[in-house]
C-alpha cells in the first residue's frame, strides 16, 4: 500500500488526497499505545509533500460503530487527523462528514454532529444570498458552489444491484440486502444530507467496492473501491479534476 501511493503521488501529482476513513484495522479496540504506533505507521505510509492537502474522515474501524464510538475515540482520532467539517479549494466547497454519528438516536455525539451540519447547512445557503444579508451577518463568505460530501457510509441504497464495472462488487454479492446504519446510512440520514447540504457530488466508501448511483435523479455519489490488498484483489482509487 505503501508502494502504491507513492507511486501514485509521483506519477498523478495530485494537490488535494482524501481518504474517506477505515485507515486502521483495529482503531475502535487500540489501547494508547497500539494507536500511537499505528497513527505512527500511517503516517510514514501517507507521507506527501506540505504543498499536497490529505484530508480524512473517520470510519467505523477508525472510531468503532455507532454502539462503539464514545467521545474519547472520537477526539482521539481528531487530534490526529482535525475536527475540520467544511473547508473550501479552488472555489469548491468540500463537507467531511463524520456518518458513524449518523445513528438518529439521539446520541450526544450524534446530536452535536447533527448541529455541526445544521451550521454548515446555513454557511452554505449564506453563500447563495446578496451579500451583506441580514440573515447571515458579518464575516467572509465561502465559494457560491454546492458541495462535495466526504463520508464513510455511502447514502441509503437497497444492494449494489445496480452497480457494475471491473471496482463493482463481485455479481454473487451485488443482490444482497444492505442494512441501515451498518452497510449504509438509513433512508432518514440520507435524506436529512441530501436536503440540509445540497450536495453536488458525495464521495463515499465502506462497501469496499465501487459504484455509483443517482439520488433523487440528480445528486451523484460515487462510492470508492477499496485501496487495500486486505479488501479486495484489486484494490484501486478514483481521480478528479476542478475542471
Request: aromatic share 10%; proline share 6%; hydrophobic share 35%.
Amino acid at each position: 500500500m505503501e508502494r502504491a501511493f507513492q507511486t501514485a503521488l509521483w506519477l498523478l501529482q495530485p494537490e488535494v488526497v482524501f481518504i474517506l476513513g477505515d485507515i486502521f484495522d483495529e482503531g475502535k479496540w487500540s489501547t494508547p499505545e497500539a494507536w500511537a504506533d499505528d497513527v505512527e505507521r500511517f503516517q510514514k505510509m501517507f507521507r506527501h509533500p506540505s504543498h499536497v492537502q490529505l484530508k480524512v474522515v473517520a470510519g467505523n474501524h477508525d472510531i468503532g460503530f455507532h454502539y462503539e464510538m464514545n467521545t474519547y475515540k472520537v477526539e482521539r482520532f481528531e487530534k490526529v487527523f482535525s475536527s475540520e467539517r467544511l473547508f473550501s479549494w479552488k472555489g469548491i466547497n468540500f463537507v467531511m462528514v463524520n456518518s458513524v454519528a449518523l445513528n438518529g438516536d439521539g446520541c450526544g455525539i450524534c446530536s452535536e454532529t447533527e448541529a455541526e451540519l445544521i451550521e454548515v447547512s446555513h454557511r452554505l445557503n449564506c453563500s447563495r444570498e446578496a451579500r451583506g444579508s441580514s440573515r447571515c451577518g458579518p464575516g467572509p463568505l465561502l465559494p457560491t458552489s454546492a458541495p462535495v460530501l466526504l463520508q464513510h457510509y455511502p447514502l441509503y441504497r437497497r444492494s449494489d444491484a445496480n452497480c457494475s464495472g471491473e471496482d463493482a462488487a463481485p455479481p454473487e454479492e451485488r443482490d444482497i440486502p444492505f442494512k441501515e446504519n451498518y452497510d449504509v446510512l438509513s433512508r432518514e440520514a440520507s435524506q436529512k444530507l441530501l436536503w440540509w447540504l445540497q450536495p453536488r457530488l458525495v464521495l463515499s466508501g465502506h462497501t469496499h467496492s465501487a459504484c455509483e448511483v443517482h439520488h433523487g435523479g440528480r445528486v451523484p455519489e460515487l462510492s470508492v473501491p477499496s485501496f487495500s490488498w486486505r479488501n479486495r484483489n484489486n484494490p484501486s482509487f478514483i481521480m478528479g479534476t476542478d475542471a
